[in-house]
């Protein structure tokens, strides 16, 4: 096992959901000697996503990729880069941006860590998969067959190739995360999860909105995605920077397909109500990049050793509800 007590950790986009969530769960077990690495000039919702939270340092994305860059003496403390941090937009269309934050920024990061004995651990996506018709299995070597369906997608797509091409990619671990929802999401806005935005909605209509099928074979509300609590997502991030055997990419989901149907009525659940659920048209803009379905694959986790039992959809959508949501609370509150 990796001790990651021995230097400090690093955790990229450390003020947004999933970097928040893994600092929180750093902190549950005993490790605070992290540093938050995020851009702090853009919302006051991502300092309240850190407040209840134990760290040693914040820094500034371009101040800490000048540090990598330089190799300054500060960077010989760290032990563990978790690499979260990314413009994950799927509507983002300004590629040389996504190139820049996405890819070369992810490069920098593994070639310094590889060159200096630092556990590397960084997020890949699920929309590397793109419309699934190839496959979504985390056992599959040829990653070339892989087509995403956006920008957002193919700048994920480009690191993990270029890991696979230069022969890295078993010395390090990229996590495939598939629909992650859960507390210290409020600053994403329009790409937040539907439960946050339903949530919303219910409060002030009594309503929430799903958008229409545009495939036959779909009937409306019963597209299917993978949905995985932050929070089982935190437990699986934190076990395979601990776990050395674990190598390569890793599809980190629920493993289970559930209906856009099935999470609403879990939200009027957790809320005591009665569904009401209308539907309405997609935009045209995603029409053509939509994911009708995605399932993670994940017995490459399992096999490599993990064991926890996960949240069911109700009760990851229950717990967010009534524990985050409804008293307006973030993790480490």
Known sequence: MHEMSDGAVV?????????????????????????????????????????????????????????????DEDCSAIRTVIHLGACSSTTEKDEDFLHDNNFLYTRELCEWSLGNQARFVYASSAATYGDGSAGMDDLDEDLSRLEPLNPYGWSKHKFDLWAKEQGVLDQIVGLKYFNVFGPNEEHKEFMRSVVSKSFEQISNSGQMTLFKSHRSEYRDGEQRRDFLYVKDAVNMTIWLAQNLESKGLFNLGNGVARTWLDLGKAIFAALGKEPRIRFVEMPEILREKYQYFTQAKIEKLRQCGYRDEMFSLEEAVRDYVTAYLAPDLRLGC
């Open 11 to 71: 955790v990229t986009g450390g003020a947004g959901l999933i970097g928040s969530a893994v600092v929180w769960g750093l902190n549950n077990r005993n490790l605070t000697n992290v540093w938050l690495v995020d851009d702090w000039t853009k919302s006051s919702l991502k300092a309240r996503n850190v407040e209840g939270l134990s760290y040693d340092r914040t820094i500034g994305v371009d101040g800490f990729r000048e540090m990598i860059r330089t190799n």
